[in-house]
């Protein structure tokens, strides 16, 4: 196990946090395909309903997970490993 605030410890806890991030936009995904079945099922779709755009959004913030955030914590962990080494 890598010291706590060593190189090693930083881009360990990066892995963690982005595998953790890909887990996160899985149950999103999952959370579209539960829902998908009950929306289809719904009779009055053509009324305003704002749970018509669940799906839509639950599949966006999926990405944004899967891209932006990995993209962020690692930018984040590079700037910390960084700060760590010596000039």
């Not at 946090?17 to 579209?32: I, K, S, Y």
């Not at 395909?33 to 669940?54: Q, S, W």
């Amino acid at each position: 196990m890598p010291l706590p605030g060593s190189a090693a410890f930083l881009r360990r806890q990066e892995a963690l946090d982005c595998a953790t991030l890909t887990q996160v936009a899985a149950c999103l995904r999952r959370t579209v395909r539960e829902i998908t079945p009950l929306l289809d099922a719904l009779y009055f779709k053509a009324a305003p309903l704002a749970v018509l755009d669940c799906c839509a959004t639950l599949e966006a913030l999926a990405q944004e997970v899967e891209q932006d955030d990995v993209q962020t914590v690692a930018e984040h962990a590079q700037e910390d490993v960084r700060g760590l080494l010596p000039f």
